[in-house]
């Protein structure tokens, strides 16, 4: 069984990823931290409650922090022409809902949870790094006690997405994300040189949704506004961005991965730019030196991952 805190910000993709996770027979969720970044923390932690309520999680949820890691940088815009004004997909969802939130913040709930489950826990992270960020900061020893943190995000050998060098979630606290992927724990990156290859049509969803229940018609429904926003890059069809990084956990196999170091560009035109240092390839003295040896994705067997999302998702 595999112990999980999900760190999200949901965001019509991490929606999916939550619903993945929560009905994966090898996972036990056992905690989701709120992450800013599709949508304010407000509303994004709003979002987690609802989805938590509609698909009867018993997960708690933690608020995660509404400033970045470098508390001098500007916010970027919240990408409502992606996510929709409400973060899912613009269906109404109430102002407030009636869940109760984890009384700790979520750095704190991740701290707290990982001393509890030691070397039990994975962190996978589909939004700003900024939660692990500031647990990383407030108790360093915690990288003995994780079992391993899977991110969501960046770009290593293709362009990104918010830039020519950066993907969203990266870009979004460039700060936070050099800090997690150079402290001594195991990090795998699960970017945009694999999840943009699995998608998933509007069709397919909707078969889903006919077999799976109430929680997938839900699924289907907020989705439809951000496979509108994809239409133009694939056709009728979404990117599963953040389940994809929920697949590697429990399907590895399905990835080509690659070790070495990882950087994170947070100034200039490259700013929220991954780079990695393979092992084994020469170079002279570098900012790399001496880091970590973390894991890219470099490749996926797409209908695999796809096949094993879609039984997932319709489970009862
Ligand atoms: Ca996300």
Known sequence: MHKVILDTDPG???????????????????????????ASIETTTRNAQYLKQQWNISAPIAKGSAAQYDPGRATHPFPAYIHGDDGLGNIGVPDV??????????????IDTV?????????????????????????????????????????IDVPGNVTPAAEANIHGDPEAADAVMIAPWKVVVVGLDVTLKTTMSRTTLAGLAAKGGRAVELLDKLSQFYIDFY???????????DTCACVYL?????????????????????????????????????????????????DVDADGAMRLVEETLVRQ
């Open 12 to 38: 019509v993709d991490d929606a999916m990823a939550l619903l993945f996770l929560a009905r994966h027979p090898e996972i036990d969720l056992v905690g989701i931290t709120t992450a800013f970044g599709n």
């Open 115 to 155: 001393k509890a489950n030691p070397g039990e826990i994975v962190l996978v992270a589909v939004g700003r790094m900024t939660n692990l960020a500031n647990a990383l900061k407030a108790a360093p020893e915690i990288t003995d006690l994780v079992k391993e943190v899977i991110i969501m995000g960046g770009a």
């Open 97 to 110: 809902v009636d869940v109760p939130l984890d009384p700790r913040p979520a750095h704190q709930f991740i």
């Open 231 to 241: 239409d133009g890059q694939v056709e009728d069809s979404m990117v599963v961005h």
């Open 250 to 298: 429990v399907a590895r196999e399905l990835f080509t991965t690659r070790g070495g170091a990882v950087r994170v560009l947070t100034t200039g035109i490259g700013e929220g730019k991954t780079i990695q240092k393979p092992d084994g390839m020469v170079f002279g003295k570098s900012e790399w030196d001496g880091l970590p040896s973390q894991l890219v994705c470099t």
